[in-house]
């Protein structure tokens, strides 16, 4: 059903379709009846799924979606219908921007594939904050046995901050959103924001890491603060990182974020050029991610927390994420492309015995 309904939207702009779907999944479950539907059709039963517990975390299950799929916090009933054990919101920078020019957002269906230059689009903190403290406050009126969807805050800076003034955007939204998140994403790994690569180097990126700790070191409720990395880093770079995280005891990373390279089997070159810069997801990423996954797992023998992220479609992928390391998975680029009974798969096939 899902794939006649596919090449339906698949017909239409990416990015029009995105939020087209979205709304109409927020109005359908306005109705009872339809979202306790949905959501016996697409949640994972508990006989599917077992709870994972990370960072002192209850997660339902180890299946999240990862940022920039719902950036202003505005969809996380809807998400939690389908049965995603946690959501990750944002990029959020410290002012609303508007993103890059559109189109931004494009499909590479013979290579099961996304590529986006959104640009950290968002409402900015000031109004997500408030956002999550609304939907904290209705979902505090639900039953005590109720597991709440986990909330991820992944966080960015603005794209006419200098980077030597990132930290301060970092920590802008990282006070703004403190007390409505589970966990942090730092992001600095996006390609569609000038020069934000250049923050993962150990020294920008130390002076923005240690920072945020020593602000979540004096609040009361600490939350868990990971980096996303890219997959494009060199091995010593990668190194580097490792070092850092260690250091200053992160709490884990996210790997990966998009790619900037086009190794593409099946989309021919001149569409590519059409396209134009942009970060690249889905099926071809998924080898890199996780070697990139293992890499750090080996390196660090495991005493690094990974939430995986990249090329995960099916729960054989997941399987393959966890096995190489991680201990949660995130899917983006399968959700447009396996539709709404994807965590339930996934969730099926990693509790096999």
Known sequence: MYKLLRAVLFLFDPEKVHYFSMHSLQRLCKVSFIKKWIQYLFAASATHHSPFTLWGIPFKNR???????????????????????FVEIGTVTPKPQSGNDKPRAFRLPKDKALINRMGFNNDGAEVISKRLQQWRRANQQLSTNHQQLIIGGNIGKNKVTPNQDAWKDYEICFI?????????????????????????????????????????????????????????????????????????????LVATNTTIIRALPNTPYKILERIGPGGLSGLPLKNKSTEIIKYICDKTQGKLPIIASGGIFTGADAKEKITAGASLVQVWTGFVYEGPSIVKNICTTINKQ
């Open 63 to 85: 299946v999240g979606l990862g940022a920039g799929f719902d950036k202003n916090a505005e969809y996380l009933s809807e998400l939690e219908v389908l049965g995603f054990g």
């Open 176 to 252: 703004a959103l403190h007390d409505y998140v589970d966990y942090f994403v730092v992001n600095v790994s996006s390609p569609n924001t000038p020069d934000l690569r250049a923050l993962q180097e150990k020294e920008a990126l130390g002076l923005i890491l240690k920072n945020l700790q020593r602000i979540n070191n004096e609040k009361e409720n600490p939350k868990p603060i990971l980096l996303k990395i890219a997959p494009d880093l060199t091995n010593q770079q990668i190194d580097d990182i490792i070092d850092l995280a260690l250091e200053i005891q992160l709490d884990g």
